[in-house]
């Protein structure tokens, strides 16, 4: 089956510093998804971005699908920024998730 | 904005007891789903459904597990004979027309708790 890869697994932050999250994937996709997973376990959806680049405020993602990877950045971090990021690959009738990036952003 | 919901937001069950975790999808879609995340690890898929029946599922839904639309509304797994392994978030999750290409959409999650 289709393998899903982050990195880095950790990363630790100080308050207003800049990130990117990476997300490589082993075959063809027509859906992808980045969720923020928060200290109370809820999957925040942040972005439904199968190709191509979408903005939300201080957070970016962009999807090569031909290169197969996805990059979410993050600016400005804020402590509220913490906890697990995770992307979600679909093919078929379900998604893939990846391991997840654990972030700790330092006030 | 229409959202998932699922109850109870925790499930405290002795082993091998039968738990159902209910779950009522945004109500134009037509695809559900179950995933589940054991404590500390990734969101594993465990079923997708959809025209009243199931379309896919993973090795770990085994016999233990079944699924079901009563009522046209909500979306239920039941877990047979729970174990403690069975410990996890388990989370619902829908999609509209085209499951293959449209983003899906999740509920807070049932944390189950087996003792």
């Known amino acids: 089956g289709i393998q899903v890869e982050q990195s880095p697994p950790d990363l630790i932050l100080q308050e207003g510093a800049n990130s990117t999250l990476r997300c490589n994937f082993s075959?063809?996709?027509?859906?992808l998804q980045w969720f923020h997973q928060n200290p109370w376990g809820q999957l925040i959806n942040l972005f439904y971005?199968?190709?191509g680049t979408k903005q939300n405020g201080r957070l970016s993602a962009t999807t090569v699908a031909t290169e197969r990877y996805s990059l979410l950045y993050i600016s400005s971090s804020q402590t509220t920024d913490s906890g697990v990021y995770f992307c979600?690959?679909?093919?078929?009738?379900?998604?893939?998730f990846g391991p997840g990036t654990r972030l700790s952003v330092l006030p | 904005e229409p959202e998932v919901t699922q109850t109870p937001s925790h499930q405290v069950t002795q082993m091998g007891q039968e738990v159902i975790l209910r779950c009522v999808p945004i109500?134009?879609?037509?695809?559900f789903y179950w995933y589940r995340q054991i404590l500390g690890q990734k969101v594993e898929f465990l079923v997708s459904?959809?025209?009243?029946?199931?379309?896919?599922k993973s090795e770990i839904f085994d016999d233990q597990f079944s699924v079901e639309r009563p009522d046209g509304s909500n979306f239920t797994l039941k877990i047979r004979s729970t174990k403690l392994e069975d410990s996890a978030m388990y989370f619902c999750?829908?999609?509209?027309?085209?499951?293959?290409?449209?983003?899906?959409?999740f509920g807070d999650g049932t944390r189950l708790s087996i003792l």
């Open positions: 999750a829908s999609s509209g027309k085209r499951a293959r290409s449209e983003p899906q959409h």
């Open positions: 075959d063809s996709v027509n859906n």
């Open positions: 971005i199968p190709s």
């Open positions: 979600a690959v679909g093919y078929g009738q379900n998604f893939v």
């Open positions: 109500s134009n879609h037509l695809y």
């Open positions: 459904f959809y025209n009243n029946e199931i379309s896919e």
